[in-house]
């Protein structure tokens, strides 16, 4: 579409769509940061991690108010409508994302002084990876209207609950194993927990593109498999 | 206000507002037996409570949904628009706190069959007994439009943070002191720290009360004393 035929509205949703793009940046960097600054103990890209999501609670305040603006003035029906919901939710996902991220890196301060055997990191950090993958694949569906591909992101959240499910009972029984483990494993298990929420998080934009499809939720109950919730470990199994 | 002279777009905000409440009622009922049926070991009242989350989120999409046809329909300004923007806001975390009450439910069928000595609930009911105080009262702000009573809300999650930490800190300790207690002392920290989550998200509906009476966020930092994230614990210490 050439430019001057591009209406005033059109130029609104691109700003928004442009907006989400922003937030999708940041929130993936963060989490990749925070991931990073976790397996090399490094508490200086945790601070970043920590002062960036300052950006993504701004920009989700404007894409929330903007979203709203729009919707008054213009008064759009349908799809364009259906637009403007899904940008508020997707916002709030990212925000929410960011948030999780954050406390990770928080914690990574917290541990940077114990030494502990690096392998008990890479559990995290592997789930990570598959998370960042998701997280990569829905924005990308999200800006390419692409419902097959969030579908995709959709069906796959499963794993990710089955990892950090079996994660969860590897730290408790670190934990058992030695006292000395126990403080250090508790900040993982939350790393960990962030990381599966985050993946519910894009679950829940798997989900938004959808409904901007088709004006519905998806059919059929989410694939969980986050047995953890419900996992305990006796000393000694 | 008699009923012939009540606009029809004052009914839309009414019912809104109606809605709201109802959530309201949901959310604090869902943490108040979340927490009982975590003291009694009561897994039957803890399905109830993951039973009772579906209600929530439903209402939730029906609130989103519905404001944003209003918004479309009558293209509110200043006030209006704001109370609406707020609308889905509350919404918003009322649905996260049911979230985090029906997680501490899956966690009450997790450790029922574990035999623990009770005083270490005791410290995960006394916060929820605190945040379920500040819920109760942020809804009646939120409800009456009192940004007095929102501030207050406001600035004692402070404390709900403080005393999280200490829970977090002697959790484990108790997990240091004998590896039978780690399992069940993991599923105590993911709920106390829902419970501190649940008084971030009464701290956000605060801050939407501000916004809802000014237009603007509130000045200043929040209150946050919640160190846990940087919390260690040594062994015998």
């Not at 390419?144 to 796959?156: G, I």
């Not at 990892?163 to 969860?168: A, G, K, P, T, V």
Request: glycine fraction near 4%.
């Amino acid at each position: 579409m050439s430019e001057h035929i591009v209406s005033s509205y059109d130029n609104d949703l691109e700003n928004l769509r442009r907006s989400i793009a922003e937030m999708g940046g940041v929130a993936e960097k963060m989490l990749a940061e925070a991931t990073e600054a976790l397996v090399r103990r490094d508490t200086t890209l945790a601070q970043a991690v920590i002062v960036a999501d300052k950006r993504l609670d701004v920009l989700q305040r404007e894409i929330e108010e903007r979203s709203v603006l729009l919707i008054a003035r213009r008064q759009p029906l349908a799809i364009d409508l259906r637009e403007t919901i899904s940008g508020i939710r997707v916002a709030g996902d990212l925000e929410r994302i960011g948030d999780l991220a954050k406390n990770i890196a928080k914690r990574v301060v917290a541990i940077s002084d114990q030494a502990q055997p690096q392998k008990i990191v890479l559990g995290v950090q592997h789930m990570s990876d598959l998370v960042q993958e998701q997280l990569k694949d829905v924005l990308d569906a999200y800006a390419s209207r692409d419902t097959a591909a969030a579908h995709d992101v959709w069906e796959r959240d499963g794993a990710i609950d089955a990892l950090y499910n079996s994660l969860f009972r590897e730290l408790l029984t670190y934990m058992m194993e030695d006292p000395r483990n126990i403080s250090f494993c508790t900040h993982l298990l939350f790393c960990a927990k962030n990381v599966e929420r985050i993946g519910d998080h894009t679950t829940n934009v798997a989900e938004t593109i959808h409904y901007l499809a088709t004006g519905e939720a998806p059919a059929g109950e989410r694939p969980k498999n986050d047995a953890s919730n419900y996992a305990t470990v006796l000393p000694g199994a």
